[in-house]
């Protein structure tokens, strides 16, 4: 069992920036790391994802504006926002998995833009 703590949500004006924290309590070489978010009155929709040997993908939205990297040695991945808009306010959740499986998920961190 995985336990994922988000943290590093907050208010930004339009065009800041934000960087999300995910923390295991257990291992995430083997894991597939992602993150999704849902925004008020939204399903949950997937944002970004790296895989086991580094790749990373984006949801079109994103692209070019948010980065996934991973530290296995501190068992973190984290999520760089850039130039948020204010449609990129929402709660984001961290999630893992064997082969991007996304079996765990953590609690949430909110991330509100003002325009």
């Known amino acids: 069992q995985v336990q994922l703590v988000e943290s590093g949500g907050g208010s930004v004006q339009a065009g800041g920036s934000l960087r999300l924290s995910c923390v295991a309590s257990?291992?995430?070489?083997?894991?597939?790391m992602g993150w999704f978010r849902q925004a008020p009155g939204k399903e949950r929709e997937w944002v970004a994802r790296i895989d086991t040997i580094g790749l990373t993908y984006y949801e079109d939205s994103v692209e070019g504006r948010f980065t996934i990297s991973k530290d296995n040695s501190k068992k973190t991945s984290y999520l760089q926002m850039s130039s948020l808009k204010h449609e990129d306010t929402a709660t984001y959740y961290c999630a893992a998995g064997v082969g991007c499986a996304w079996d765990y998920w953590g609690q949430g961190t909110q991330v509100v833009v003002s325009s």
């Open positions: 257990g291992s995430t070489w083997r894991y597939c």
